[in-house]
């Protein structure tokens, strides 16, 4: 591991940890909000309650992620991260790091592990910097609690499990893997405005106190934690979304006032923002693109289907190999959701093809409502031409009969 810095809890103050939860909370949003200007409440939102829920780490099952992007330099993903790290419960931050590295880091204290933050993280993830599968395989693991590494030791002629659960924010130009991104608060920065202004951050001088801040914050979580242990918020998500969000809302729960109700706003606005922008598979692209392609049709020739995917200028349908998207490259991929091509009866004879039933299943499981008739790149329509004269019967008039391909 590399340029890191380690912050050690400081001592609490004395006297008994304070109730006003709210109020407490407030103050981390003022002093977020102080250095680094967020995209919206909902991000604030977000942010504040990821920096608490980093202080009640024995109580959760999962450790959601926290992953700042950006598309550009100078958006203030790392001016975030720091701010982060000065109020997040015991950080260590890195600009590079090996999976030993963060093993070791996180076993030193298995029941209390540090934040780790991991700035760049696009120099580690990124298309250059190879696929770092077994980071990313720790940081997935590390969402849940019990999801340890396995290592054989020799010197010991033993199996050993490393630990891997621990909070975690990565900040970075760009996406994370899709699957650190799925168990993550995604916060999606840009560059200040014309007349946006907030304050300079100088370490020296305001780090102090940000830490008296994070030691507030500490005690007040800590003196709670049973509570937070057995909370069951109702959560507006299902699902990974809400073993991510569900230990942000039982902060927020704790400590009321207008929390509670913003938090569970956040939950929604950011997990639908996140999977709006969300990298879709090849499959799951193409089963959309084909619901949109079927428009009313109860039937289409693969020909026909094919000719309506290629024609959409958006899709990638048209240049996916050295001649587009072929019959045979329709069916390997479709096939994948047991969707198998038939024999069409035709005015015009026999044609391989598919049926709006082949898909339907498919389509509730794997496609949103959401893109029912939509494009799932770019927003758009894809165009409907008219079925070449060879392929042009209704789906009143195409038959089935016998057999897959």
Wanted: hydrophobic content about 40%.
């Amino acid at each position: 591991m590399t340029a890191t810095t380690s912050h050690v809890q400081p001592e609490l103050p004395d006297g008994d940890a304070p109730t006003n939860g709210a109020a407490l909370l407030d103050e981390v949003r003022a002093a977020l909000a102080r250095y680094v200007i967020l995209p919206d409440e909902h991000a604030m939102t977000g942010v504040v309650l990821w920096v608490a829920a980093t202080h009640a780490m024995p109580a959760w099952t999962h450790a959601p992620r926290l992953v700042i992007r950006a598309p550009e330099k100078r958006c203030g993903k790392s001016r975030l991260l720091d701010i982060t790290e000065s109020m997040s419960n015991r950080p260590l931050m890195t600009v590079n790091a090996s999976p030993s590295a963060v093993y070791r880091s996180i076993g030193l204290l298995p029941s209390d592990p540090p934040t780790l933050l991991l700035d760049e993280a696009d120099t580690i993830f990124g298309p250059k910097a190879g696929d770092n599968e077994d980071l990313r395989g720790l940081l997935n693991a590390g969402h849940q609690r019990g999801r340890p590494a396995l290592r054989y030791n020799a010197a010991a002629n033993a199996v050993e499990p490393i630990e891997t659960f621990a909070m975690a924010a990565l900040a970075g130009i760009g996406a994370m893997p899709d699957t650190i991104e799925d168990r993550a608060v995604v916060i999606r920065m840009r560059r200040r405005a014309p007349g946006e202004s907030v304050a300079p951050f100088r370490s020296r001088r305001d780090a102090p106190a940000l830490d008296r801040l994070r030691s507030r914050l500490h005690q007040w979580v800590r003196a709670n934690l049973r509570d937070l242990e057995l909370a069951t918020p109702d959560m507006p998500v299902e699902d990974r979304a809400a073993d991510t969000w569900e230990p942000l809302v039982a902060v927020a729960d704790l400590a009321g006032g207008h929390w509670p109700e913003a938090a569970r706003a956040a939950t929604l606005a950011l997990t639908e923002t996140r999977d709006a922008n969300a990298k879709q598979s090849t499959q799951t692209r193409l089963l959309a693109d084909c619901r949109a392609a079927f428009g009313d049709a109860e039937a289409l020739p693969s020909v026909a289907l094919l000719d309506r995917l290629k024609a959409d200028p958006e899709a990638p349908w048209a240049t996916y190999g050295p001649n587009g998207l072929t019959p045979v490259r329709l069916g390997n991929l479709l096939r994948e959701f047991d969707i198998t091509s038939r024999n069409l009866r035709l005015q015009t004879g026999q044609a391989k093809g598919y049926t709006r039933a082949d898909f339907t299943d498919a389509w509730a499981r794997y496609c949103t409502p959401e893109t029912t008739h939509d494009s799932t790149a770019g927003g758009g329509k894809p165009s409907q031409p008219s079925q070449p004269s060879h392929t042009n019967e209704t789906a009143g008039q195409a038959h089935l009969f016998g057999g897959t391909a």
